[in-house]
């Protein structure tokens, strides 16, 4: 058990499966003292079919939740050993239907005495041991269902990344940076357009000069994202966010939700109520992230963008 307590939780996987295989070598001995001719892993396709009704392979496995290719192979080794027979369904002859063979039903009645002992004997270890498996696994199983353990992990890993990502302010130093990252998105999925150029070619005199700002996310030094708070000359907004970009390698690490939190903040602390942007609903995972930044869809506005299809506004205060 060394291994264990040395690698810790991360090797939960390994333990489960080695205390799986443990239960599952016992299990083969106990089907042979009851005299029972059935493999540990028929058993939940067993089980299924002993409830009465001729299933589908499809079915068996939503019931007891193995795949398809799972089920298929169980019931090819079960047919081959006479205890599950298939026919075509009577309703839909384009299915096909299992059900347990004569020699299959027999084993409903033999292994009944196996089942009330091995349930006692289950029952009798449970109350021996300071924490309830059975309902720690069923814990388990709902929080999986509810978020995947891959899930889990790539959230930890994009939060563990984040913080090495640094949000700083724009020098001339990352004036390239800032219009390669843009160009790189705005040429892969649309064209560059004339206010693309006015606003790439020169920040420093477009943007900032003209009250605006610009934000850079640097990872292990680089950078790999820009975002900028442009002053708009309009009687609803102030200020426009736009020209965000995340070098694809850069991506997920938070770092588009890192800019839009620091270009939403700094208009909050210019003063203004809200903030507006422009988009095209072509950049689903963009549009999502303005979503979740709170940006709400408005409609009827004037833009210099073919390209644009969606504007969206954050309210600040």
Not at 172 to 178: G, H, I, K, V
Not at 203 to 227: M, R, T
Not at 233 to 260: C, F, H, N, R, T
Request: contains cysteine; aromatic residues 8%; charged residues 25%.
């Amino acid at each position: 058990m060394d291994f264990y307590n040395n690698a810790g939780k991360m090797a939960l996987g390994s333990r489960l499966r080695r205390l799986s295989d443990q239960i599952t070598e016992d299990a083969g001995q106990v089907y042979k003292m009851y005299n029972v001719a059935l493999q540990p892993k028929w058993f939940p396709v067993f089980h299924a079919l002993s409830q009465g009704n001729e299933k589908t392979i499809t079915a068996i496995a939503e019931e007891i939740g193995h795949s398809h290719p799972s089920v298929s192979t169980i019931i090819r080794e079960m047919v081959k050993q006479g205890l599950v027979i298939e026919k075509n369904d009577k309703q839909d002859g384009r299915k096909t239907v299992v059900g347990l063979s004569k020699k299959g039903k027999e084993i409903i009645k033999d292994i009944a005495p196996q089942y009330t002992d091995v349930t006692a004997a289950i029952e009798a270890a449970l109350s021996q041991t300071h924490y309830d498996l059975w309902k720690a696994i069923e814990e388990w199983e709902f929080l999986l269902n509810q978020k995947s353990l891959l899930r889990r992990v790539q959230e930890q890993k994009k939060l563990r990344e984040s913080q090495d990502v640094q949000i700083v302010d724009y020098t001339p130093a990352y004036q390239e940076a800032f219009k390669q990252l843009n160009e790189e998105w705005i040429s892969k999925y649309f064209k560059m357009e004339a206010a693309d150029h006015k606003a790439l070619d020169h920040p420093q005199k477009n943007i900032i000069d003209k009250g605006g700002h610009i934000f850079v996310a640097l990872y292990n030094s680089e950078p790999v994202g820009v975002c900028a708070l442009m002053k708009m000359d309009d009687p609803d907004y102030e200020y426009e966010m736009a020209k965000m970009a995340v070098s694809p390698a850069a991506q997920g690490k938070s770092i588009g939700w890192l800019l839009g939190k620091a270009v939403a903040e700094k208009a909050r602390s210019l003063g203004a109520k809200k903030l507006y942007l422009e988009s095209n609903t072509v950049l689903q995972p963009a549009v999502n992230l303005y979503y979740k930044l709170g940006f709400q869809k408005v409609v009827r506005r004037a833009t210099p963008y073919e390209r644009c299809n969606i504007q969206m506004e954050l309210a600040l205060v």
